[in-house]
């Protein structure tokens, strides 16, 4: 039987999700998803019956681990997913959404308007581009990269207790033990996995939840200090 392209209603959890002005914001992302996002490539199609559950719910949930607050820097932020989700759901949370990509960015920066999302705002570039030059306390990625190669976008990227939240699903654990030798290159304080979305989403989601230390730079810095005293 084929799949329907038709985006389905909201299940009754996403009310419970996204409460006050979050829940029209909602509803209008996933439209904008279910319709330009797929008719520009950034989602599949398939998506579509999929966009509450798979997507929209499963994104929010991560920020039951986002500090009150915060700056977060979307790495790869592709069509919005989770930064716009994370800013819909947490307007205290100043959103920076990175992607390299101009037809990405454009629809992001459609989205931010169209959603009137005070808290964001969008970035063409690479990681790389802007290490050194801002720094976050939280930063997302959701299949952007594997984790060893995802440490070395975001680290730079953190201030010092900074946290990456990095979805991975069922290879989590696995793509933590293979980056072992890059978390101790980083200096990370912590490196764990965390399950957000208990009782809203089936499976709940798994994030790696990496606590940054003080950069390498920084740490070279504060040696060559202490050498001259």
Not at 35 to 49: S, T
Request: net charge neutral; proline share 7%; charged share 25%.
């Amino acid at each position: 039987m084929a799949e329907s392209d038709e985006l389905p209603d909201a299940p009754a959890v996403a009310r419970e999700v996204f409460t006050g002005e979050a829940w029209p914001r909602a509803q209008d992302f996933a439209e904008m998803l279910a319709g330009p996002g797929v008719v520009r490539g950034l989602l599949g199609p398939r998506e579509i019956p999929r966009i509450w559950d798979r997507h929209l719910l499963n994104c929010a949930v991560v920020a039951e681990v986002v500090p009150e607050a915060a700056h977060l820097v979307d790495i790869g932020s592709g069509a919005g997913l989770p930064g716009v989700v994370l800013a819909i759901v947490r307007p205290d949370v100043q959103v920076t959404l990175l992607e390299p990509l101009l037809r990405r960015t454009t629809f992001l920066e459609e989205c931010v308007q169209g959603l009137k999302l005070d808290n964001v705002e969008v970035l063409r570039g690479r990681a790389e581009e802007l290490a050194g030059r801002r720094a976050f306390d939280v930063a997302s990625a959701r299949a952007v990269a594997p984790l060893d190669r995802l440490l070395s976008w975001s680290m730079p990227l953190l201030r010092e207790g900074g946290q990456l939240l990095a979805m991975k699903g069922e290879r989590a654990a696995e793509e933590l033990e293979a980056a072992r030798q890059q978390l101790q290159a980083y200096g990370v304080q912590t490196a764990e996995l965390v399950t957000v979305g208990r009782g809203k989403v089936d499976p709940p989601a798994t994030l790696v939840r990496v606590v940054a230390g003080r950069s390498p730079a920084r740490r070279a810095q504060a040696t060559r200090r202490r050498r001259k005293r």
